[in-house]
Nanobody
Framework: QVQLVESGGGLVQPGGSLRLSCAAS????????MAWYRQVPGNQREWVAF???????LYSSAVTGRLTISRDNAKNTVSLQMTSLNPEDTAVYYC??????WGQGTQVTVSS
């Protein structure tokens, strides 16, 4: 059973930066495609980015150039470096695996 725990969320001013982390339990982390999603209350969960086991990445058009996903297979973690944040980035951010595992989410609020 894989458990995912996100951390690093918080309040940041527009234009600021934040780094989210997701720690995974289990021994098969390096085999998973890992992804970040986000959700605003009342809206559908939105895909943000994913990173393949071979470290290839893909981003949604809404975040390309501002967010960077990375992974550390030795530490079973996946991170999301967020820069040039704007209020539209406010959401709960979730990490997930391609086998349907989800974390509990971490709140990111971009506001002055």
């Amino acid at each position: 059973q894989v458990q995912l725990v996100e951390s690093g969320g918080g309040l940041v001013q527009p234009g600021g930066s934040l780094r989210l982390s997701c720690a995974a339990s289990g021994s098969d982390f390096s085999r998973y495609r890992m992804a970040w999603y986000r959700q605003v209350p009342g809206n559908q969960r939105e895909w943000v980015a994913f990173i393949q086991p071979n470290a290839n990445t893909l981003y949604s058009s809404a975040v390309t150039g501002r967010l960077t996903i990375s992974r550390d297979n030795a530490k079973n973690t996946v991170s999301l470096q967020m820069t040039s944040l704007n209020p539209e980035d406010t959401a709960v951010y979730y990490c997930s695996t391609d086998f349907g595992h989800w974390g509990q989410g971490t709140q990111v609020t971009v506001s002055s």
